[in-house]
């Protein structure tokens, strides 16, 4: 994919300042013929007018399009390419007809091809480390970048979707970076269970008193609706309470708990965190942002009954899902509480040996990185959403000493800008 790999685009593209064309910037709503460069966060890709920085989005590097500008920003734009005039080779018909400019903004890269979608992924946790991450180039690639898919092809993955609801009642997806509902006929990303569900527009269904609806097709078979209003969660059809299937156990939870929306990635992000980190017999560990106990359960099973595991968690919901999926585990312990808290207040304490972290999308943050420091495990296993996030920890841990000594990347999200990462980091010595 021509430019993936140049990294250097969307630094010097943030160092840039705002230019004129004759006299003025770039304003919304107007169109301007560019060149596109290298990819960015966010399913951007960036070019510049007369040294104004442009993030556009529908685009592939090396191609010449159409740009409508949608937002205007001191120092940046973002556009959508509404016109193709020179496609790059990698640039395929999307499937959807919704994941174009102006509409459903959940797909960002149904106009790339799949093998591209894995580089144009690699390229941007590979900048982010960088330039975020502190690494150099050299430590970049001795750590082999790179993005494997997961089984099961591109569509009909998603196994849990959250509908928006117009004031007209219809169910649909977002605007990108928009709150406006574009109600659909169908999600070609969703499970196919969830497909045939009468939630959308042409099964006529309507949803005047809710602002969501959820529709989950779990790995355990079971398939449930949910409206949500006013933040209360209300069943309409199937179980309320789903069955999930990961790490050689079956997960009992209520519908709108969270898991992963992959059918692949609990048995996937598991199998990654045990090879990176190999839990011995005896070993004491921790799952830090446990949720219901995936990652717990797998290292329980590790550590066998002369070991210990400590989950943390901060959501009730998470924290009853571990309590009763976990109970048969008597040598983990849960802790409800913030994990900041937990550590800082010692109410989880070292020695330890293996951490897993496995942070929101903002990342763990440098209080807990050097907490987990402080603790003196031999190996951290950090799970990340965001290649942001977790290069910016990386540098934390960095500025203990601290390395990154391993990393897998994996393609959880097909079709959209998300990518999933599992990091070892090692201690000095």
Known sequence: MTGARDGRGLEEAERAVTGARDGRGLEEAERV??????????????????GQVVFVRHALPGERVVAEVTEVHKGFVRADAVTVLEAAPDR???????????????????????AAQLDWKAAVVREQL???????DAEVDAL??????????????????????DG?????????RSHEVVPIERCLIAHPAIQELPVLTPSGARWPDADAVEAVASTGGDVAVTAVADGVSRPVSGPERVREVAAGREWVLPASSFWQVHPAAADTLVDAVLELTDPRPGERA????????????AL??????AGRVTLVESAEQGVAAARENLRDLPRVEIVPARVEAALARRRITGPVDVVVLDPPRSGAGARVVRDVVAA???????VACDPAAFARDVRTFAGSGWRLAALRGFDLFPMTQHVELVGLLLPPG
Do not use: I, M, N
């Open 33 to 50: 013929e560019l060149t596109v460069g290298a990819v960015a966060p966010g399913g951007h890709c960036v070019a510049r007018v007369d």
């Open 300 to 305: 329980a099973g590790r550590v066998g009954d």
């Open 286 to 297: 921790w799952d830090l942002y446990g949720g219901a106990g995936l990652f717990a359960a």
């Open 92 to 114: 395929v018909e999307q499937p959807c007809p919704y994941a174009k400019p102006g509409r459903c903004g959940g797909c960002d890269l149904q106009h790339v091809a799949p």
């Open 168 to 176: 007209a009642g219809r169910a649909g997806l977002l605007k990108h």
């Open 144 to 165: 082999g970048v790179r993005v494997e898919a997961l089984p099961g092809g591109q569509l009909g993955w998603r196994s849990r979707v959250r509908y928006a609801v």
């Open 130 to 136: 960088v330039r975020l991450g502190g690494l150099t």
């Open 376 to 382: 003196g495990p031999r190996a951290v296993a950090y």
